[in-house]
Structures are given as C-alpha cells and as structure tokens.
C-alpha cells in the first residue's frame, strides 16, 4: 500500500518507498503534469459525448466505419493518460511508466491520424460536400486529425523534458475524488460508445460507408430537419 507523499516502487518482490521531490519547481511541474493528463481524459470525454450524443443520437448522424475507427483511436490514445493518472493516483508511477503511458498515447493518436487522414482525402476533391455536418467550417473528421496532432506534440514536449513533468497526484481528498469522477466517467464513456457501435453494426462483419440503420434492432433514425437562413 502506497504512503502518502511518496512514491511506492516494486523491484520484484522488493518494496521501495520514494520521496517526492522536495524542490517546490520540481513539486509544481509533477502537480502541472498531473493535471494536464486529467485534462486529456475530460478533453476527449467532451469531445466523444459530443460526437455520440449531440451528432449521432440528436442529429441523427450515423458515423461511417472510419468515424468509428477515429473514435478507436481516441479511446485508445486516451488510455495512455489513464495509466498515467490511475497510477500516480495510487503512487506506484515510476518514470518508465510515465513513458510507457506516453507512448500508448502516441501509438493510439497515429492510429487513429491515420483514420481521419484516410477520410479527408475521400473529401479532397472541389465541390465534394463531405460526410456529416461541418462545425466551425470543418468537418468531425479534420477537427479529429487536428486532436491527434494535438495529442502526439504534447506527448513528444513531455518526453523531451524526461521526468520534468513526472505527475504527481494531489493529497487532498476533494482533488482525488474529482479526479476520480474523471476516470469514472471516462470508462462510462468507452463504454457507452462500445454498445452504439454493437447496436449499429450488429453480428455483421461490416458495415457499409453511409450506414443509415443500427442493424441490431433494425432501426433507422429520423434526421433532423436542416434550419432555414
């Protein structure tokens, strides 16, 4: 069991008990750290909340296989940053987890890069209207390229400094517990978007470009009417 204000650290079967660092700079870039993977989770929480239930279920948007691949990627980079905060949550955080944590976000944000770079060149050409609603005058797929982009800089600035920015959690009950609604929701939400896309695809092995039902029950959602300037 972790004490608190140090870091527990197994070598084996060996239980080592590591003080924080006791310089406040070192002190406030581990607190920087720490916090900036928790932003990462509430940033693509908001982001995939938004994509299913404002496009997909009040729009009625149906994503395409590739929009389900970029949500993948989404998911799977964002569990880089989950290792990293369940386990400084829990003090158990060594500097190559930190890096293992990072590069799990890399690997998920050139996955899912990949996907949404796919999709915009679908798009490329003059006078093609795109799949799905613009907003702010791009398209989900751009925005997503964009996040990804986002994501493997800021995984890259973190690991140039090396343990610089080695997270550190908060001590006081109200933080953790905060902190501890993020996770929650997080998992809620990869959850979630897990039974939309069994519901959308069914027991097909897969599904067509512009799906328009979700096969498992055979429903086709009405979508909503385009307002008028």
């Known amino acids: 069991m972790a004490e608190t204000g140090k870091l527990t650290v197994f070598l084996g079967s ?5 003080p924080e660092p006791s310089k406040p700079w070192h002190r406030l870039m581990g607190r920087l750290g720490f916090w900036a993977q928790v932003f990462f989770l509430v940033a693509y929480i908001g982001v995939l ?18 929009c389900i691949l970029q949500r993948m990627g989404m998911m799977l980079s964002s569990l880089g940053a989950l290792f990293i905060v369940s ?31 796919r999709q915009i060149l ?19 797929y751009t925005w ?19 343990t610089e920015f080695l997270p550190i959690a908060p001590v006081s009950r109200w933080a953790r517990g905060i902190v501890w609604v993020v996770v929650v929701a997080f998992v809620a939400t990869i959850a979630i978007n897990l039974v939309v896309v069994f519901f959308e695809e069914g027991f097909n092995w897969f599904l067509p470009d512009n799906p328009t039902t979700y096969e498992l029950i055979g429903f086709t959602p009405t979508p909503a009417p385009t307002p008028t300037p």
């Open 14 to 18: 060996t239980r080592i008990v590591v």
């Open 49 to 66: 909340s938004t994509a299913m239930f404002y496009f997909q279920f009040a729009q009625a948007e149906m994503p395409c296989p590739l």
């Open 87 to 117: 386990h400084s949550l829990k003090k158990t955080l060594t500097p190559s987890g930190f890096m293992t944590g990072l590069g799990m976000a890399i690997l998920g944000a050139m996955l899912g890069a990949a996907m949404s770079t």
């Open 122 to 140: 679908l798009h490329i050409l003059p006078g093609d209207p795109g799949y799905g609603t613009a907003m702010l005058g791009l398209h989900l």
């Open 144 to 162: 997503a390229l964009i996040s990804f982009v986002v994501v493997m800089a800021f995984a890259g600035v973190l690991l140039t400094f090396g």
